[in-house]
């Protein structure tokens, strides 16, 4: 299995409607996947649950990776994620991520601060809305 990236996580996840989300999930993520956004702490259902919010909200969108790092299973990087929103706001969250990749190339557990860079105040709990 060629290992996964954030870009080709994020793309299947959020920007490819016709991708079904648990064929998207298991693509990049194993099944003891865990997540660390902003403090808190959720597994791999607490993640498909805030992926599929987020696709529902979520119109069209685009990431672009700005560093980005893997030393062995270690991944790091700092992408700014943009996303119109169904009612046709724009917004802007930059993440910084740090995460452990299993053999597979699959993400194992995700560390990750969001910060929300441009757009309504109210899209910066897209990183974590359920």
């Not at 805030?50 to 062995?72: A, C, F, P």
């Amino acid at each position: 299995m060629t290992p996964t990236d954030i870009t080709r996580a994020i793309n299947d996840l959020l920007f490819t409607p016709g991708l079904d989300l648990e064929e998207a999930v298991e693509r990049h993520f194993t099944p003891d996947y865990r997540q660390r956004t902003n403090g808190v702490w959720s597994d791999r259902a607490g993640f498909v649950a805030h992926m599929t919010r987020l696709r529902s909200l979520v119109r069209s969108g685009h990431i672009e990776v700005h560093e980005e790092l893997r030393d062995g299973p270690r991944y790091a990087d700092r992408h700014t994620v943009t996303v119109e929103r169904d009612n046709g706001r724009i917004s802007r969250t930059e993440v910084y991520l740090f995460a452990l990749m299993a053999p597979d190339g699959r993400f194992r557990r995700v560390e990750e601060t969001t910060m929300l860079v441009d757009g309504h105040p109210d899209d910066g709990n897209l990183g974590s809305v359920k």
